[in-house]
T-cell receptor
Framework: DAGITQSPRHKVTETGTPVTLRCHQTENHRYMYWYRQDPGHGLRLIHY???????DKGEVSDGYSVSRSKTEDFLLTLESATSSQTSVYFC????????????FGPGTRLTVL | QQQVKQSPQSLIVQKGGISIINCAYE??????FPWYQQFPGKGPALLIA?????SEKKEGRFTISFNKSAKQFSLHIMDSQPGDSATYFC???????????FGKGTRLSVIA
């Protein structure tokens, strides 16, 4: 998995609770991404980071926030989880934004009841 | 959001046959076109990629064909095997500062 770990790998939570997913990389890559994957929608970009404390919104950012205080960690937070956020979340890293191989983590399956 | 349109959504191919997945893009600034393969329970992994200076790239049984004028590219899997059963995503990038744009994926099933 190219030095990418995600935690937790599985989580079940209730509507309205805050949830934080963690992505950790050992590759020292500058760019990190959070995607969600849902049937029929493919991979949709939530947020991405192009450096420490530098982040930007993706296609489906509403209801999500991110933080990157260290190169190796990129956190995704659902401030108040909703059932529509039940999904599989993938973190990815790359050396350049869109011209090199993007390495994906193993994913986190989140269920919001 | 610039789109990449991928078809078909799902594909069933006989073992030994050719699997073909197509993608079309709009942004003429795109200059990097990768294909990712994803097995159930795993993250996507790069399979093969092409840049527009060539019209075709082959790696083993996998070939990308690229048509710049039509703004289309496709993945061909020759001699398809049951082990190729997976979801395939095309993507496009502009080698700039914007992230890759992914197609919605094609679920391939290769049956014996």
């Amino acid at each position: 998995d190219a030095g990418i770990t995600q935690s937790p790998r599985h989580k079940v939570t209730e509507t309205g609770t805050p949830v934080t997913l963690r992505c950790h990389q050992t590759e020292n890559h500058r760019y990190m991404y959070w995607y969600r994957q849902d049937p029929g929608h493919g991979l949709r970009l939530i947020h991405y980071s192009y450096g420490v404390k530098d982040t930007d919104k993706g296609e489906v950012s509403d209801g999500y926030s991110v933080s990157r205080s260290k190169t190796e960690d990129f956190l995704l937070t659902l401030e108040s989880a909703t059932s529509s956020q039940t999904s599989v979340y993938f973190c990815a890293i790359t050396a350049t934004p869109s011209g090199d191989e993007q390495f994906f983590g193993p994913g986190t399956r989140l269920t919001v009841l | 959001q610039q789109q990449v349109k991928q078809s078909p959504q799902s594909l069933i191919v006989q073992k030994g046959g050719i699997s073909i997945i197509n993608c079309a893009y709009e942004n003429t600034a795109f200059d990097y076109f990768p294909w990712y393969q994803q097995f159930p329970g795993k993250g996507p992994a790069l399979l093969i990629a092409i840049r527009p200076d060539v019209s075709e790239k082959k790696e083993g049984r996998f070939t990308i064909s690229f048509n710049k004028s039509a703004k289309q590219f496709s993945l061909h899997i020759m001699d398809s095997q049951p082990g190729d059963s997976a979801t395939y995503f095309c993507a496009a990038g502009d080698s700039g500062n914007t992230p890759l744009v992914f197609g919605k994926g094609t679920r391939l099933s290769v049956i014996a």
